[in-house]
């Protein structure tokens, strides 16, 4: 089988030592299986963009010795292909206009579960709604490759938003249809998206397209429990100094670089780490305190 992996990150912010460990961790397990690694940038929020995040994310990794192969593929250039997955779902009755403010939804149902409203009652005039995914009674199921089995009933969570009111294509459409379009076949990332990728599948079990094998790494968190994110001020990465970071990287990935890797160069460290790449020694965790 062809091995196709991706590192896809929103220019929210620079890359800090939680990004680090998605790209490494993809980047390794794509060279280990003598495959491909593409770089994707999710730049699907123009307001909630970093401004030269753009230029600064391909450059860390650079510094990194984290090659992608082939181009950058950016978000923003694939409006009309999310529109066409959004337009396939509405014509098989798979997504429906919703109006609904979160206000009204936790009124109504007090959570913020969507209770299907507009599903029964359209919004009449075509004032600026958005598109609702539907949920129904099965279940999604799937083998994660560090967590193992997972269930989800998804119509527990309510049927889940794919464009936005404000007319933003919402992550987990264009996740699923950039995934599909680069022919991903293996997807590693952090387990901040665990929950998330059973409404993945469920989107790529409606739209057609095939289902990528999915590991979902422990996240950095920091002592009081929250993960690492641009959010809560997580360090920028260092790029003058990539070795050391990516030994600690290693060992949170429960690999074992050898002591004397502490004065490679970043070839010869990157390259022991393909070499030596063991998935299962992944530690099986959601998350694990870091503390820089
Ligand atoms: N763009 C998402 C993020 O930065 C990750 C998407 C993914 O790996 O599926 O959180
Ligand atoms: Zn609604």
Redesign the pocket.
Known sequence: MTYIG?????P?GLLHFG?LL?ALAGYLDARAHQGRWLL?I?DLDPPREYPTARLQIPRTLADFGLHWDGDILFQSDRLRHYQTALDQLHQQQRAYRCDCSRKQIQQRSGTTVYDGHCRQQPPTTETASAWRAITDDASTAFDDGVQGPQRCQLSEGGDFVIKRKDGLFA?QLA?VVD?AFQQISH?V??C??LE?THR?LHLQQQLGFAQPYYSHIPVASNGVGQKLSKQNLAQPLDNSRPVPQLIEALHFLGQQPPPELHDASLDELLSWAATHWHQAQIPRQPAIIWEP
């Open positions: 991706r590192f896809a990150p929103s929210t990004s998605a994707r999710e992550y996740v995934d997807i990332r952090g901040d998206l998330e993945q």
